[in-house]
């Protein structure tokens, strides 16, 4: 993709949103995320409109990667090959297809098969 770096993980943006320090480098390049990102942040049941506005904006910044049967097929065989939660799967696949990097704070990632992570200690 012509300018991003990253394809961000929904944990990223929650650690960005919480303020961490070890995302700010990260936070000055373009990223890229999946629709099932914007899902996992906005449908959590405690938030308020200012939070959900929040949200947005910082989503607004990024590029979305909305579906498609090419993100279905790579999901599928991810899922298939590794012991990995549906929604992973498709962050992993969509990652894939982007030929991008996934940055994530999440562990299991680095043992899916061709897909090139940066795990964050966090």
Known sequence: ?????YFVDTNCFIY????????IP???ENWAFSYITEIELLSK???DENEDLLI???LSTCYKLDHNQQISDLAIKLK????IKLPDAIIAA???LLKLPLLTADKGFSAIINVDCI???L
Do not use: H
């Open 1 to 5: 993709m012509n300018g991003i770096k």
């Open 16 to 23: 960005l949103l919480n303020e961490n320090p070890l995302l």
């Open 26 to 28: 990260f936070a000055k």
């Open 45 to 47: 049941n405690a938030i």
């Open 56 to 58: 947005r904006a910082m």
């Open 80 to 83: 298939r090959a590794n012991n």
């Open 94 to 96: 969509s990652a894939q």
């Open 119 to 121: 795990i964050l200690n």
